[in-house]
C-alpha cells in the first residue's frame, strides 16, 4: 500500500509540474509579446494602475486584482484619444495562503486571463485612462 500511495502521489506531482510548466510558458511568452508597446510605452504603468484601483474579477468575488499585459492592440487613434484592447493575466492574492484543512497552500483561487477596452485620453497632462470596460468598483 505504502508503495501505491508514493506511485500516485509522483504521478499527480508530475501532472501538476506539466500543467504548471505550460502555463509558465504561456504567461512568458504573452509577457515577451506585451514588451513592446511602441511609442505608447509609458502607458503600461498607467493601464494597470488604473485597471487595480478600479477593476474586479469574477462578479466580485475576486475584488483587489492587479494585472500582467500579455497583448495590446490600438483599436481607435485620434488627436484627442486612444482606444486600446488588452488581454491579460490577473491574480488578486487576498485569497492565497496555507489552508490547513487541505495542507496545502490554496494559492490560484483567485487568478485567470481577460481581455478589456481601455480609454486613453490626450490632455494638457499627457494620457491619462479615462474609462475601461469590464467589472470594476463604484467610483
Known sequence: ????????????AGRACKVLGLGLAL?????????????????RWKIESYYRDHAWEEGARCV??????????????????????????????RNSG??????RSQAGTCQGFNSRVFTVVRGPAGMQ???????????
Open 1 to 12: 500500500m505504502n508503495r501505491e500511495f508514493h506511485s500516485s502521489h509522483r504521478r499527480r
Open 27 to 43: 504567461l512568458l511568452m504573452g509577457c515577451a509579446a506585451a514588451r513592446d508597446l511602441g511609442p505608447y510605452t509609458d502607458l
Open 64 to 93: 483587489l486584482p492587479r494585472m500582467s499585459i500579455t497583448q495590446w492592440e490600438v483599436l481607435e487613434e485620434t488627436p484627442d484619444k486612444l482606444v486600446i484592447g488588452v488581454r491579460y493575466a490577473w491574480a488578486d492574492d
Open 98 to 103: 496555507f489552508d490547513p484543512e487541505l495542507g
Open 129 to 139: 485612462v479615462e474609462s475601461m470596460t469590464g467589472e470594476q468598483r463604484r467610483r
